[in-house]
């Protein structure tokens, strides 16, 4: 089975663009969850969704969104980029939503570099 | 980050030797916790997990013990290898049925860097 699989791999945009990166989960599972992380702030919670709606939302500005679509698959959106929006972008699935005791499964990220 | 607790940065071990990588939570209606593994260039692995009702599972090589009057969470890594050496993170979850606004999602600690010397 394929495992997580997030595009692109690496990104680099300057201030004020908007970017969007993707995401497919394991075949089979339902829930997507996002995550940002940085050195300083280490893994940040954005949002989940499953069965193509949000479940779930973390303490991000609205410029940071997502969706997901009827294969599972998902997109997070950043408009407006800013310097401190540099980061891994994590995404990880699960075969049924968190809060559900289920573990994550992750891809490798996207690293992405607002210049 | 939101802290799950106290942790160590980082944990330098010789190969062979048992690892103990410790972490503190501090939201008592947490119910259940998993460990990961992030290697370079990786996302996080899942290495085990422990529901509250439970105070110790073991799997291969690795044992997570849980100790909720203390809130306090470790991950021992029994004849550690090369192999091991990467980025370890301890998540919190509560279960979406609580009322808790944190119900729902994983939330991670700072991590550990394990490096372990040949």
């Known amino acids: 089975k394929a495992g997580v699989t997030q595009t692109p791999r690496y990104l680099i945009k300057t201030r004020g663009q908007q970017v969007t990166l993707s995401c497919s989960p394991i075949?089979?599972?339902?829930?997507v969850s996002w995550y940002q992380q940085t050195p300083g702030q280490g893994l940040q919670f954005l949002f989940e969704?499953?069965?193509?709606?949000?479940?779930n939302k973390g303490n991000f500005p609205g410029r940071f969104s997502g969706r997901q679509f009827s294969n599972s698959r998902s997109e997070m959106n950043v408009s407006t980029l800013e310097l401190g929006d540099s980061a891994l972008y994590l995404c990880?699935?699960?075969?049924?939503?968190?809060?559900?005791?289920?573990?994550?499964?992750f891809g490798s990220g996207t690293q992405l570099s607002v210049l | 980050g939101e802290s799950v607790g106290l942790h160590l940065p980082t944990l330098s071990v010789q190969e062979g030797d048992n690892s103990i990588i410790n972490c503190a939570y501090s939201?008592?209606?947490?119910?259940?916790f998993i460990w990961y593994k992030q290697e370079s260039g990786k996302g996080p692995q899942f290495i085990i997990d422990?529901?509250?009702?439970?105070d110790k599972r073991q799997g291969q090589r690795v044992t997570v013990l849980l100790n909720k009057t203390v809130k306090h969470l470790s991950l021992q890594i029994a004849a550690t290898q090369p192999g091991d050496s990467a980025v370890y993170f301890c998540?919190?979850?509560?279960?979406?049925?609580?009322?808790?606004?944190?119900?729902?999602?994983?939330?991670f600690g700072d991590g550990t860097t394990l490096t372990v010397k040949p």
């Open positions: 990880a699935s699960s075969p049924n939503p968190q809060g559900s005791n289920e573990k994550l499964f």
């Open positions: 075949s089979g599972h339902r829930s």
């Open positions: 969704y499953f069965s193509e709606t949000q479940r």
């Open positions: 939201n008592s209606a947490s119910d259940y």
């Open positions: 422990i529901r509250s009702n439970m």
């Open positions: 998540a919190e979850n509560i279960s979406r049925e609580g009322l808790n606004t944190n119900a729902g999602k994983s939330t």
